[in-house]
């Protein structure tokens, strides 16, 4: 059964940081794993997709990373702004979509 | 492109009512998921359907939970009888296959709050 795990649960940094997300998940038979944001109240928009022959994918500010073998991928956000503020969500697409529980990040002007 | 369509957007009842919840997928999309939400977590899938056919219903609590999703395109979802842990936002997605390289998009969710 497929686990996935996000760390930290929640990040709190000022405006114009870079950061880190992490998404590591237990089984690496994916076959793709996808970024999404979700705003209070709000459903998921898709940020990134990989595949799981890419290592990477960016869009604008965005880059996402993909280790199949070790089971992780991570989110890097490169210039913070206070519409950042959202929570990332991460979901590994094997047999089925399973999404860990979510990184709520606050960037603060 | 018009996304997923998913309606009511709030709906309050109280427990052991039953309500159900609609799904319009992206149009030319054959696989269609319901996702639960509850507060604080990552979404659960609930079920997911291949055109008309199911998929994957193994974590849909089938005593109350049912859904249906004829012709291949629209989705119900209903719940009969609700219980105060039915509190979530029920997630609707679509993508163009079940497996590969097809991207889920999701609809704006409904929010269900057992009273």
């Known amino acids: 059964k497929q686990e996935v795990t996000q760390i930290p649960a929640a990040l709190s940094v000022p405006e114009g940081e870079n950061l880190v997300l992490n998404c590591s998940f237990t089984?690496?038979?994916?076959?793709?794993l996808q970024w999404f944001r979700q705003d209070p109240g709000k459903g998921l928009t898709s940020l990134l997709l990989?595949?799981?022959?890419?290592r990477e994918q960016t869009s604008g500010r965005l880059n996402a990373s993909l280790d199949k073998s070790s089971g992780r991928s991570t989110l890097y956000i490169a210039a913070s702004q206070p519409g950042d503020s959202a929570t990332y969500l991460c979901?590994?697409?094997?047999?089925?979509?399973?999404f860990g529980e979510g990184t709520q990040l606050t960037v603060n002007p | 492109e018009a996304g997923v369509a998913q309606s009511p957007r709030y709906k309050i009842i109280e427990k052991r009512q039953s309500v159900a919840f609609w799904c319009n997928p992206i149009?030319?999309?054959?696989?269609l998921y319901w996702y639960q939400q509850i507060l604080g977590q990552g979404p659960k899938l609930l079920i997911q359907?291949?055109?008309?056919?199911?998929?994957?219903d193994s974590q849909l609590p089938k005593d109350r939970f049912s859904a249906e999703r004829l012709k291949g395109v629209d989705s119900t979802l209903k719940i009969q009888p609700a219980k105060l842990e039915d509190s979530a936002v029920y997630l609707c997605?679509?993508?163009?296959?079940?497996?590969?390289?097809?991207?889920?998009?999701f609809g704006q969710g409904t929010r269900l709050t057992v009273v």
């Open positions: 089984d690496s038979a994916i076959y793709n």
């Open positions: 359907f291949q055109n008309n056919g199911v998929v994957d």
């Open positions: 149009s030319g999309h054959a696989t």
């Open positions: 990989i595949q799981s022959s890419q």
């Open positions: 997605a679509s993508s163009l296959g079940p497996l590969g390289g097809a991207e889920a998009f």
């Open positions: 979901a590994a697409r094997g047999s089925r979509l399973t």
